[in-house]
């Protein structure tokens, strides 16, 4: 009995804990949120809704998997599906094995180890080095969609 108890507790908290990553949101200065997804391994997976197109593009930042303290800067690279803007003239494959013909480069820098934290997105189109700035303010509370 006693068995069953401790495996239905471990069962409720590995459940508990794979919902933590929804947890964190940080408003766009368009007003859109972005939001940490999920995990492929060591890689982070940021979504969000792209300027254009109907789909959502993804930020995946590889090394920001599963850290959840001592973040820091990380390099990344976006995609979004081909009606949000000119395709570039190779694809990539994403972490999770799907291809993409718009994409790009990116930087993701946080400016305090833990959320909330403010994070700094730079990117690049294709290959291009990153650039520009966009500050993404985090969201608590009553402020998550």
């Keep these: 009995m006693q068995a069953r108890i401790f495996a239905a507790a471990f069962a409720f908290g ?9 947890d964190e ?3 766009l200065p368009s007003g859109n949120q972005l939001v940490y997804d999920r995990d492929v391994g060591n890689v982070a997976v940021l979504t969000y809704r792209a300027e ?13 998997g599963g850290q959840f303290e001592g973040r820091g ?8 599906a081909d009606d949000a ?12 094995g799907n ?7 990116a930087t993701v820098s946080f400016a305090s180890r833990s959320f909330p934290s403010r994070i700094t997105i730079s990117r690049g189109e294709c290959l291009g080095a990153p650039s520009g ?9 009553a402020g998550v969609r």
């Design 14 to 22: 590995l459940m508990i804990s794979g919902t933590a990553v929804a």
């Design 73 to 80: 800067s990380y390099q990344a690279y976006w995609v979004e």
């Design 99 to 105: 291809t993409w013909r718009r994409w790009g480069i």
């Design 52 to 64: 254009q197109g109907l789909d959502s593009g993804q930020i995946f930042v590889v090394g920001l």
């Design 85 to 96: 803007g000119a395709a570039c003239p190779a694809s990539i494959v994403d972490a999770e």
């Design 133 to 141: 700035r966009i500050t993404a303010r985090p969201v608590v509370g």
């Design 25 to 27: 949101v940080w408003s």
